[in-house]
């Protein structure tokens, strides 16, 4: 399930707040298992991301966000030989230009 919520106001801001749920999941193929790769379940897990831009002149903004907010441990990929961790709380900022 994913979801949000919007803030906006034209030529000034614009907020993003986004909510991941994923249930609980076998992640091989079968919910069996063999001896070479037991069978196994990815825990249920939810995210919040928080993202932004702010309108410093009409052609240029301030971007930014942070994901994972509460800094939820959780598996997002899957291989063949196991699963592998989802990045940790992050964010990122940066300037846009437009012409």
């Not at 702010?54 to 301030?62: A, G």
Request: aromatic share 16%.
């Amino acid at each position: 399930m994913k979801g949000g919520l919007q803030l906006r106001k034209d030529n000034c801001f614009d907020i993003w707040f986004t909510a991941v749920y994923v249930s609980q999941q076998f992640w091989p193929d079968t919910d069996i298992g063999v001896a070479q790769i037991p069978k196994a379940h990815i825990p249920a897990y939810k995210v919040f991301n928080l993202e932004g831009d702010w309108y410093l002149t009409k052609n240029l903004r301030l971007i930014g966000g942070i994901t994972n907010l509460t800094d939820e441990k959780y598996y997002d990929r899957v291989f063949a030989n196991g699963i592998e961790p989802a990045p940790r709380r992050s964010g990122y900022a940066g300037l846009s230009l437009s012409f």
